[in-house]
């Protein structure tokens, strides 16, 4: 199997990056929720206000936790082929 074992750190590290860009759409999404507040000020609002809070966090949160898993499978594959060749290049120095 060929692969690029610096190619796949850089992606791994890619993913991480991806991920807490996240965090910054978090942050706009709570000031869009923020100055929105008048469409809140029913008797169900700040119930309502809270949901929207939960929905936006779980979201961002969920996609974070998919981006970094992909992440950790990138960068635990790189590992096995790298052991792999270790392995198979120690068996060629006994010959």
Do not use: C, W
Not at 26 to 31: D, F, S, T, V
Not at 38 to 66: R, T, W
Request: net charge negative.
């Amino acid at each position: 199997m060929i692969y690029h074992p610096a190619g796949l750190a850089d992606t791994t590290a890619s993913m991480h990056s991806f991920a807490q860009e996240l965090e910054t759409i978090r942050e706009q999404a709570q000031n869009l929720l923020a100055s929105s507040r008048d469409y809140f000020s029913g008797p169900h609002g700040a119930e309502s206000y809270a949901q929207a809070q939960q929905l936006i966090n779980e979201g961002i949160q969920d996609g974070k936790d998919v981006i970094f898993r992909h992440g950790d499978v990138i960068d635990q594959a790189s590992m096995a082929f790298q052991a792999a060749d270790s392995t198979v290049g120690q068996g060629f120095q006994s010959i």
